[in-house]
């Protein structure tokens, strides 16, 4: 009986570029998920801290007489508890030499002493105990100084507290670990007010040791009103309701993990299908001698797990590496107290390497079917990759996705801004996944005149080089069209959320102008003469003028306040300086909500009293949806006369410009505050409308960069897929290449071919990616806001070009490594066949 033998398989060279491109998805994915664990972990650790010390949680509901108590209220009985004592959940402004920083208050059990670091507890009202990360947040430490500032003390005097202890960070604690302050009877009154923190409806209880937990608190829940539980349910109930805040984020952080492993599939696949293409003559030779469908099948099967175990299991290894790297880098920072050891767990070690493994099989199976087709004549008549058949079904099946999709799309954004945002916005998605799904499909057909079409705009530029670079990329319209797809799932996303952020902030920024115009509005009972130039030469700020208001009645339940303003006033501190040309004697501009709270419509004339008795018209004019009432100075003395109060609207420096160099708006906003507090104000009262727009502006940048950054693996990756085209084109025409060199190609001639193909595929999919993405991102921003806000088409044309240069950058790159192996070929091997 004649020994089966086994079908080599394909050197591992010809798969580093998978291995690489799987290995960068399962990082991601094992970084992932190890920040998921590193979330849980610091949540739970301070959560504990809060019940640290307690067996139980009481909550006992309060009436109106005790919820107005001005002495300690009474702790509830619990039979069969040691120590019963409130749980504070406030927090304490805390200042140090230059440093400030908000501190969650958490009181001890009585008779207990906390465990500290270093020091010992406080002994009175003028000594207190931080935790690790409120004493680096302040930079103090034991014999130190901290104040509260009057207006956060209870009896509204400045205090002046040593630090006389240090406790440690909660365990574990690495994302937004809160900083603490640990108080005990003897400083709780001094910080907490005269209830001292016994103002609230949830207490913590002690146990003596070996006490069961659950028994005494099914024994005492229900008596006297109380509904008692044992600290662990409340502590498990705190962690889980604290994480489903975390389950969008852990939603988006999913769908990236998807693009990015569906970006791997595509260039592995692209991998498999071209090295098994270089490998049909020897297939068939192999079918000829013997070999069966099933042997050529294993040989793909088992390089297909072989690549995916091994890119899987490198991947994993490395996203651990890079976690225990950055929580080093944070201990090295001062961000932790030591360096912490990445958190192992089953789902961060096997979930990688499951994933590379089953997205590698995956992607083999479409060259898996063409290799068990190889016919043993092929042996005698090897042919070149051809772009296979079911090019047919596959246009009509992306024409009609692509259709349906954008139809869908449309019609979303369509019922989002006739008020139905739930179904609009669920159709919108459902069109945009449909119709990329049909562009996938049909980037097979358009790959060549697409190719052809850039190649001939780049040979102006190119010259000969650009234009074989042209006919190759056309002339295997399967490869580059897979190699295209995995660059345009990249680039569509950034585009579609860079579109779609700025269009965000650009509606939401005009929705904000709208309603409050001017950035900061202060008003006092009194205020000195100067108050606008102290206001004006705070850092920070651009202009401010003196104004006043007054109080009128106009038939509703309150009286309305108007704000006298200048047409030259609303031009220098408005961001809305439109307004001015609306405002004149005798009329009130105001919005519409604002309208409809006080019972007037545009167009209205109020009879208002005057200061002298008699009444004057007040015509209402609508002015979008100003949040204020604005009229003129003459308007505002001839109907309230000298009864009104002093006003300063002042107008804060853009962000970026020269005034606003190192001062952000919180900075600023205090700078005001301490001008407002000085001598000749009376009760001031700010309104800061500009720091509600900074915000989210803020908001937006950070969400757009977390969210670009995730992006960009994806985008690696298909780099990594240009690079391994351009590999695997190299080796194939190994023939055609020794011939041109034969014929005369200079090496630089030869790079440059390969530069100029990989620049053509990025090019593609990067123009195509910016159309597809501005396209998704103004109809899924419409969807999102239309109902709500008039939305402000913006396009970020910099963010855009910058995306469009990179990748084309990016694409030539990487070109480098296949270009050195093409300059290096040989014009000798024009006489051999190719291996």
Same mark, same amino acid.
């Given at each position: ?57 009481? !909550? ?17 009985? $619990? ?23 908000? *501190? ?41 100084? *901290? ?26 604690? #690495? ?98 299908? *071209? ?47 890079? @976690? ?28 990688? $390497?499951?994933?590379? #493994? ?26 070149? =990759? ?16 692509? *259709? ?20 609009? !916005? ?125 109080? !009128? ?5 309150? =009286? ?16 809305? =300086? ?9 009329? #009130? ?36 949806? +100003? ?91 298909? +780099? ?9 084109? @190299? ?7 020794? +011939? ?18 990989? @620049? ?76």
């Amino acid at each position: 009986m004649p020994r089966r033998r086994s079908v080599p398989l394909t050197p591992l060279r010809r798969h580093v570029a998978a291995v690489l491109t799987i290995a960068l998805s399962c990082a991601f994915v094992a970084v992932t998920v190890l920040a998921g664990t590193l979330v849980q972990t610091s949540l739970r650790s301070q959560t504990a801290a809060e019940y640290e010390g307690a067996d139980l949680e009481i !909550i006992r509901a309060l009436d109106d007489a005790a919820w107005e108590a001005q002495q300690p209220l009474p702790a509830p009985e $619990v039979e069969g508890a040691e120590a019963v004592w409130p749980m504070v959940s406030t927090y304490l402004p805390l200042g140090a030499d230059g440093a400030d920083a908000f *501190v969650h208050a958490s009181l001890q059990a009585p008779g207990s002493d906390p465990a500290l670091v270093e020091g010992v507890p406080a002994a009175d009202d003028s000594e207190i105990v931080l935790d690790r990360r409120a004493a680096d947040a302040l930079d103090v430490g034991l014999g130190d100084s *901290v104040t509260l500032p009057p207006e956060a003390a209870p009896d509204g005097q400045e205090h002046t507290l040593t630090v006389v202890g240090i406790a440690p960070a909660p365990e574990g604690a #690495v994302v937004g670990g809160t900083p603490r302050v640990l108080l005990g009877t003897a400083n709780a009154q001094a910080l907490l007010g005269p209830t001292a923190g016994t103002l609230t409806d949830t207490w913590l209880a002690s146990l003596p040791d070996g006490t069961d937990a659950d028994a005494v608190a099914a024994q005492a829940d229900g008596v006297d009103g109380l509904s008692v539980r044992t600290a662990e349910e409340a502590e498990q109930e705190a962690v889980t309701t604290a994480l489903q805040g975390f389950a969008a984020l852990g939603m988006v952080l999913a769908v990236f993990v998807v693009i990015a492993l569906f970006t791997s599939a595509v260039v592995i696949a692209n991998t498999f299908a *071209v090295t098994l293409a270089q490998r049909t003559r020897a297939l068939a030779l192999l079918r000829t001698l013997g070999a069966t469908r099933a042997q050529v099948r294993g040989v793909v099967l088992r390089e297909s797990f072989a690549v995916g175990m091994l890119g899987a299991v490198l991947g994993m290894l490395g996203g651990h590496l890079l @976690v225990q790297a950055a929580l080093a880098a944070a201990a090295g920072l001062g961000w932790l107290e030591g360096v912490m050891l990445v958190p192992l767990g089953v789902w961060s070690l096997l979930l990688p $390497v499951v994933a590379g #493994v089953a997205i590698t099989l995956l992607a083999s199976l479409p060259p898996l079917r063409t290799a068990t087709r190889v016919a043993p004549l092929q042996a005698l008549r090897p042919a070149p =990759p051809t772009p296979g058949r079911g090019l047919g079904v596959r246009s009509v099946l992306g024409t009609a996705a692509l *259709v349906l999709g954008i139809a869908a799309l449309a019609a979303g954004t369509a019922l989002a801004l006739h008020g139905s945002a739930g179904p609009g !916005i669920l159709a919108a998605m459902a069109g945009g996944v449909v119709s990329f799904t049909g562009v996938l499909l049909l980037l097979v057909r358009v790959t060549r005149p697409l190719s052809a079409l850039v190649a001939r705009v780049v040979a102006r530029i190119g010259a000969l080089p650009a234009r074989i670079a042209g006919a190759n990329v056309a002339r295997t319209p399967r490869r580059s069209a897979a190699t295209i797809a995995a660059l345009l799932i990249g680039t569509t996303l950034m585009t579609m959320m860079a579109v779609g952020a700025r269009t965000a902030e650009a509606t939401l920024t005009a929705e904000l102008d709208s309603r409050r115009p001017i950035d900061l509005v202060l008003s006092a009972e009194a205020m000195p003469a100067d108050a606008a130039e102290r206001i004006a030469a705070v850092d920070g700020m651009d202009t401010a003028r003196a104004s006043a208001r007054g109080d !009128i009645e106009v038939g509703a339940e309150e =009286p309305m306040t108007l704000y006298a303003a200048t047409p030259d006033t609303l031009r220098e501190v408005s961001h809305r =300086p439109a307004m001015a040309e609306h405002l004149a004697d005798g009329i #009130v501009l105001l919005g519409q909500e604002r309208a409809e709270r006080f019972g007037v419509h545009d167009g209205q004339v109020l009879e208002v009293e005057g200061a002298d008795g008699a009444e004057h018209a007040l015509q209402v004019r609508f002015d979008a949806n +100003l949040q204020m009432s604005l009229v003129t100075p003459a308007t505002l003395e001839q109907l309230r006369g000298d009864e009104t109060l002093p006003v300063v609207l002042a107008d804060v420096a853009d962000p970026g410009t020269p005034d606003r160099a190192g001062t952000d708006m919180l900075e600023l906003i205090e700078g005001v505050q301490e001008v407002a507090s000085g001598e000749g104000f009376s009760a001031p009262s700010l309104v800061a409308g500009g720091a509600e727009r900074e915000s989210y502006a803020q908001i937006l940048d950070v969400l757009l960069g977390i969210t670009v950054g995730l992006l960009a693996v994806a985008v690696v990756v298909a +780099l990594v897929g240009v690079s391994n085209t351009l590999s695997l084109g @190299v080796i194939e025409r190994t023939g055609e290449n020794a +011939l041109l060199r034969a014929l005369g190609t200079t090496r630089g001639q030869m790079r440059a071919m390969l530069a100029w193909e990989g @620049v053509l595929l990025a090019l593609v999919g990067a123009v195509l990616g910016l159309a597809l993405g501005s396209l998704y991102g103004v109809l899924g921003i419409n969807a999102l806001l239309g109902s709500t806000f008039p939305v402000s088409i913006t396009i970020p044309w910099s963010q855009l070009a910058l995306v469009l240069v990179l990748a084309v950058v990016a694409g030539a790159l990487a070109s480098v490594l296949p270009g050195g192996t093409a300059a290096r070929t040989a014009p000798a091997a024009a006489l051999a066949g190719a291996e």
